[in-house]
């Protein structure tokens, strides 16, 4: 060749070896080049270098990861057995990167790893095998529920009738491991029915209607508080009979929205006007 390059297929033992460049001439002349020396690439296989030899593996997605191989590597095999050497659980390959996830099974027995390396030729190498506990299966446990007492946060808030937003706080009973929670939430109020006194009716003349007569006294109250409001006659254009009469009487509450109106009945009498 007149080229002043050339690539060459050189055994890979890591042995000696010596190379020499002759030069060919018109005339059949040859000159000889000193002799140099090498070393050969020497064949190493890839080793596991995660997980751990002899660690526990935490679940059932599991990425192996190893080491790179040399003198001429044409891809990888990664054996995952139930004996030592075996691959009755995982046999992947040919893999080029050095790494790959695979799924094992959870059931905390022990497993076996082996890497194997092959060669440009038909060589392999095979790592040492690695020993893993698989991750086990745990069925949950019911702990609980957490003690405690629920509080509203402002206690003494009368809400309206309605719906109206309000919070509460959770305190556990055990206040070293759990915190306080404060929720939110909707209370739905309806409309008070007040206690009512009712007022006493003054008397009229027969012929007159029960716009006539005035009621005084009287008032209602809700719990504790007093209910403003107003008293009135049913029906205020009635004359009534002469006599002792029962007539209907109605409150209603200033606050209209918080507060139904309430029907009760007074007494009073008409007396007849003799002429």
């Known amino acids: 060749s007149t080229s002043t390059s050339a690539i060459v297929n ?13 030069t060919n001439f018109s005339g059949g ?9 090498y070393t050969e690439a020497a064949q190493s296989g890839g080793a596991i270098t995660s997980p751990t030899n002899g660690s526990p593996l935490s679940g059932a997605s599991t990425t192996f990861n190893w080491s790179a191989g040399t003198g001429g590597v044409t891809g990888y095999y990664l054996h995952v057995g139930t004996t030592s050497g075996g691959a009755d659980l995982v046999n992947i390959g040919p893999l080029s ?13 022990t497993i076996y790893a082996q890497l194997v390396t092959n060669f440009t030729g038909g060589a392999t190498a095979l790592s040492s095998i690695n020993n893993y506990t698989e991750a086990a299966q745990s069925a949950a446990v019911i702990t609980g529920p957490v003690t405690g007492s629920f509080a509203f946060t402002t206690h003494t808030t009368v809400p309206t009738a309605g719906t109206d937003s309000e919070s509460a706080t959770f305190t556990p009973t055990d206040t070293t491991d759990y915190n306080p929670v404060t929720a939110t939430f909707n209370v739905v109020a309806s409309k008070a029915t007040p206690t009512v006194t009712w007022p006493t009716a003054s008397d009229i003349t027969y012929g007159q209607t029960l716009t006539s007569s005035k009621l005084t006294g009287g008032g209602a109250v809700s719990g504790t508080a007093n209910v403003p409001g107003t008293f009135a006659f049913a029906t205020p254009t009635t004359a009534p009979a002469a006599g002792s009469q029962t007539e209907s009487v109605i409150f209603t509450p200033t606050d209209a929205s918080d507060y139904n109106t309430a029907t009760g009945s007074v007494t009073l009498t008409v007396t007849l006007t003799l002429e």
Not at 10 to 22: E, K
Not at 97 to 109: I, K, Q
Request: no cysteine; glycine share 8%.
């Open 97 to 109: 990167s050095t790494s790959t996830t695979v799924n094992l099974p959870t059931s905390g027995a």
């Open 29 to 37: 002349a040859t000159a000889l080049s000193s002799i140099n020396n």
């Open 10 to 22: 050189l055994p890979t033992s890591g042995g000696t070896i010596y190379a020499q460049l002759v």
